[in-house]
Structure formats: structure tokens, C-alpha cells
């Protein structure tokens, strides 16, 4: 089994910043890519960032110039640096990882989310 966790949410002022973790742990062999998803009230999860094993980052461009994906290798951790942070980024923060586990099965797994509230 891996489980993601997610770190790092808070309420924060306009303006603001936050930076996300995501530990991946359990029966891995190797992760392909890592994402912070994001969705909030009454709307569908959307694809905030994502960053392959190669560090090829692509962004959503409503967080393009605020937002960095990174990732480390030897931690299996995957972060999100959040600066000028806007009311409209409130949202709960998932966390997506593609793995290969140590029996070879490969699938996309999800953490359980991590709130960010932004107040203007």
C-alpha cells in the first residue's frame, strides 16, 4: 500500500504565503509524477501544478508566476510554494502521486487534502 499526506494548510492573509508538503510512503519502487490539485466549494478538482521524475514542471494558469512545484527524490516528498496567495485560491490542496509499487503495479494515489483559506 502507499499513503500521501499532506502538510502545510492554513489561513493565510491576501497577499500571503504557504508552502504545501506531501510525504509519500509504503510499498514503492519508484514515482513517476507528482501534483497538488486543488478544489474548492461547489466546484470540480482542477490541476493546480505538476512536476515529472524528470523536473518538467507545468502549471495552471491561474497560479503561473505565484506558485513552484518541487520535488524531492530522496525524501519521496513533493512540495508547493504559494506566494501572493488570492482569496480565489481558497481550496482544499490534494496531493497526487503516480507510483510504482514494489510488486510493480502502477496507479495514480491521492492524499487526503490539506486546507488553504485565503481572507482579503
Known amino acids: 500500500q502507499v499513503q500521501l499526506v499532506e502538510s502545510g494548510g492554513g489561513l493565510v492573509q491576501a497577499g500571503g504565503s504557504l508552502r504545501l508538503s506531501c510525504v509519500a510512503s509504503g510499498s514503492i519502487n519508484s514515482i513517476n509524477a507528482m501534483g497538488w490539485y486543488r478544489q474548492a466549494p461547489g466546484k470540480q478538482r482542477e490541476l493546480a501544478a505538476d512536476?515529472?521524475?524528470?523536473?518538467?514542471?507545468n502549471y495552471a494558469d491561474s497560479v503561473k508566476g505565484r506558485f513552484t512545484i518541487s520535488r524531492d527524490d530522496t525524501k519521496n516528498t513533493v512540495y508547493l510554494r504559494m506566494n501572493s496567495l488570492k482569496p480565489e485560491d481558497t481550496a482544499i490542496y490534494y496531493c497526487?502521486?503516480?507510483?510504482?509499487?514494489?510488486?510493480?503495479?502502477?496507479?495514480?494515489?491521492w492524499g487526503q487534502g490539506t486546507q488553504v483559506t485565503v481572507s482579503s
Open positions: 512536476i515529472t521524475s524528470g523536473g518538467i514542471t
Open positions: 497526487k502521486a503516480n507510483v510504482r509499487t514494489r510488486s510493480y503495479y502502477r496507479g495514480d494515489y
